[in-house]
Nanobody
Framework: QVQLEESGGGTVQAGGSLRLSCSAS?????VGWFRQAAGKEREFVASISWSRGSARYADSVKGRFTIVTDNTANTAYLQMNSLKPEDTAVYYCAADLSIIGSTTSATYWGQGTQVTVSS
């Protein structure tokens, strides 16, 4: 069982930055982030391999968000720059991601942290 704990959410003005942290009890092959805006389905944001460092991003965040890991601390970070109001959502850390067709899912989930971007 993997325990995930997120931190770093908050409120920021459009154009600003936030960094989310995800502390994992153990490392699986991949760790990543999803988000869910009010009234919408949860969507994939970014993922990274703990061992290879290879990252993948949703088109909506490419060039603005960066995912990195600190393997010595079992922690993943999501640096979010140039934030837009449409980035407002609850952000969930996830572990052991898998891709089936065009859908990315995960086995383990954190509790989520709110990110609000004001215009």
């Amino acid at each position: 069982q993997v325990q995930l704990e997120e931190s770093g959410g908050g409120t920021v003005q459009a154009g600003g930055s936030l960094r989310l942290s995800c502390s994992a009890s153990i490392r699986t092959f991949t760790v990543g982030w999803f988000r869910q805006a009010a009234g919408k389905e949860r969507e994939f944001v970014a993922s990274i391999s703990w061992s290879r460092g290879s990252a993948r991003y949703a088109d909506s965040v490419k060039g603005r968000f960066t995912i990195v890991t600190d393997n010595t601390a079992n922690t993943a970070y999501l640096q979010m720059n140039s934030l837009k109001p449409e980035d407002t959502a609850v952000y969930y850390c996830a572990a052991d991601l898998s891709i089936i067709g065009s859908t990315t899912s995960a086995t383990y989930w954190g509790q989520g942290t709110q990110v609000t971007v004001s215009s």
